[in-house]
């Protein structure tokens, strides 16, 4: 039982160029969400998943698009990277939509430079 | 916006010692959940208080929750060197289901 897993851990890109974070979970959650973490703010939710094939806006969206094709997969892309989508990405899933008890994945570090 | 803010940022103690944070927020809760972050790593899930209960209680911790005052309390017993980490309190709204996160408190344990 691995939990939430994210592919890759670290990457770096260039102004322009194109990635897609992958997260998947084994816990049969419904659930998933995609957060971006910046020195001093937190955790802000970026877009999330109330089961596969639906998908909705968070907090801070612009600039990012995601799937849900399969219920155990989240993908989160970034089509035209830009230096202030510097980061690092945590994907989080849950069961529970009225305590909304969420696990983490171990994050991505995005540079772009 | 950031829904929760937590006091002090950072926080520094002596093994043994108890340390405490405080969380206020701004709107009506469903309920309020701590989270615990080790350096380089993701959050892991601590305690949660539903919006009925005042206080709760987790092997060293310690939760209080004042809607009155739109605030909580996490409260560690007994530091210990592995407890040092960043500790976030989020809220989830009534009626949103979505947790929002506080910037969190720096909490280091000197041994």
């Known amino acids: 039982n691995a939990g939430v897993t994210q592919t890759p851990k670290f990457r770096v890109l260039k102004t322009g160029q194109s990635m897609t974070l992958l997260c998947a979970q084994d816990?049969?959650?419904?659930?998933m969400y995609w957060y971006r973490q910046d020195p001093g703010m937190g955790l802000r939710l970026i877009h999330y998943?109330?089961?596969?094939?639906?998908?909705a806006k968070g907090e801070v969206p612009d600039g990012y698009n995601v799937s849900r094709l399969k219920k155990q997969n989240f993908l989160l892309g970034l089509e035209s990277a830009a230096p202030s989508q510097t980061s690092v990405y945590f994907c989080?899933?849950?069961?529970?939509?009225?305590?909304?008890?969420?696990?983490f994945g171990p994050g991505t570090r995005l540079t772009v430079l | 916006s950031q829904q929760g803010e937590e006091d002090p940022q950072a926080l520094s103690i002596q093994e043994g010692e108890n340390a405490t944070m405080n969380c206020s927020y701004k709107?009506?809760?469903?309920?309020l959940q701590w989270y615990r972050q080790n350096s380089g790593r993701g959050l892991v899930h601590l305690i949660l208080?539903?919006?009925?209960?005042r206080e709760k209680h987790s092997g060293r911790l310690r939760v209080t929750l004042d809607t009155s005052k739109k605030s909580s309390s996490l409260l560690i017993t007994a530091s210990r060197a592995a407890d040092t980490a960043s500790y976030f309190c989020?809220?989830?709204?009534?009626?949103?289901?979505?947790?929002?996160f506080g910037a969190g408190t720096t909490v280091t344990v000197r041994a």
């Open positions: 989080a899933s849950s069961q529970d939509r009225e305590t909304d008890t969420q696990y």
């Open positions: 816990m049969n959650h419904e659930y």
């Open positions: 998943s109330v089961g596969e094939g639906t998908t």
């Open positions: 709107t009506s809760i469903n309920n």
């Open positions: 208080i539903r919006s009925n209960e």
């Open positions: 989020a809220t989830v709204v009534l009626n949103d289901y979505k947790l929002s």
